[in-house]
């Protein structure tokens, strides 16, 4: 077992909060990603749980043992950073197993975890070459083998996979997925990728200036954004987000005319929408359909345009001169300057207050598969 719980963990530097009350429960065997932009906390929260950083109030309990104030080498907690921090001088056999002889580790013991972390990860004909001999991708996977020989209860992942190209990320990834199959371990993951976030997580959390915006799993958190900031932050090509004013509210949604003047009912709770109210359409890439402009109450102008092969990203600037992206086939073809038409899909578009809150969808409501 490896529950970990935090409650109301704050962090500051001087008068500088970094984290402002942080409560969150993680399950043993999760894989969990912290996520968010620069600056949000989300790198001080980890090395908060490492203990390598003091923090300023609040407690962490490690399967419900406080180790708020245990020295890093005391919480069983194996960390991977950003940097391989690899000895240069050192055999990966040797970097392996460096710290289970300094515990003082019986020879055949270590030999034997060295062996199975090698296997694991398919180090086993690099076992013998200096990190200097590596490719970068073989060097994180060094750095994570040597966490793997102490059995910790949990492994802390710090944006491991940042210095690696674009190819070699999505193979580090894809072994990452592997590997917590493999140990059916509890893993915490940060990240600003949120390719990253989405692919490799149980449970997301989406952290802002030093708070907990939204937790759960990440088609929860694409379908069901509780605010403007998971909505926009988790998607990519990101959330359009179009201002509008609620016309009229029934039983089936609220219908809210754009500044276009198109109008748009969409399948959320009236609850806590007047009539007169200004709202923020949301919706995504994929739930907006280029039309014929003769046919269509709601017309754009192509800006740019980006082909991808199996996907075509459109850049468009409505005739309010509010800013769309639109997912289209690869086979796409259009023109700068061209007049489109859009529908957008009012059962997956998203409404949002005055104060960027989600309003609530009903149930009824269709949802992606």
Do not use: W
């Not at 399950?27 to 912290?34: G, I, P």
């Not at 894809?174 to 149980?202: C, G, K, P, S």
């Not at 709202?279 to 102008?301: L, M, W």
Request: hydrophobic fraction near 40%; include cysteine.
């Amino acid at each position: 077992m490896a529950d970990l719980t935090i409650k109301n963990l704050r962090k500051s530097y001087g008068e500088t909060e970094i984290l402002k009350g942080i409560n969150l429960d993680i399950k043993d065997h999760e894989f969990v990603v912290f996520v968010g932009p620069s600056g949000c906390g989300k790198s001080t929260l980890l090395r908060s749980i490492a203990g390598l950083e003091e923090v300023s109030s609040g407690e962490i309990f490690l399967n419900d043992k406080e180790i708020t104030e245990l020295a890093p080498a005391k919480r069983d907690l194996a960390m991977v950073f950003q940097s391989y921090a690899l000895y240069p001088h050192m055999s990966v056999r040797k970097n392996m197993s460096f710290a289970l002889e300094l515990a003082g580790q019986d020879k055949e013991t270590i030999n034997s975890k060295v062996d199975e972390a090698a296997r694991i990860l398919e180090l086993g004909p690099l076992l013998d070459r200096k990190p200097k001999d590596l490719s970068g991708g073989q060097r994180q996977r060094v750095a994570i083998g040597r966490s793997i020989v102490r059995h910790p209860e949990i492994f802390l992942f710090d944006e491991p996979l940042s210095n690696l190209d674009a190819a070699l990320r999505v193979q580090m990834r894809l072994e990452l997925a592997r590997l917590h199959q493999d140990l059916n371990a509890t893993m915490i993951y940060v990240t600003h990728d949120q390719v990253e976030a989405m692919t490799l997580a149980d449970k997301v959390v989406v952290l802002n200036q030093g708070r907990i915006e939204q937790v759960g799993s990440p088609m929860e958190l694409y379908h069901h954004p509780v605010n403007e900031f998971v909505a926009g932050f988790l998607g990519m090509p990101k959330m359009s987000f179009l201002p509008g004013k609620v016309k009229s509210v029934s039983a089936s949604g609220v219908t809210a005319e754009l500044t276009s003047g198109y109008e748009i009912e969409v399948p959320v709770s009236s609850d806590s929408i007047q009539p007169g109210s200004d709202v923020n359409i949301g919706v995504r890439p994929e739930h907006v359909i280029i039309t014929d402009k003769n046919s269509s109450k709601f017309q754009a102008i192509l800006d740019v345009a980006e082909h991808l092969g199996s996907d075509t990203y459109c850049y468009v600037k409505t005739l309010d001169k509010q800013m769309i992206t639109i997912r289209t086939p690869g086979d796409f073809l259009g023109t700068f300057g061209e007049t489109i038409g859009l529908n957008l899909d009012p059962l997956q578009c998203h409404l949002f207050d005055t104060n960027g809150k989600a309003v609530p969808r009903l149930s009824r409501a269709a949802e992606v598969a």
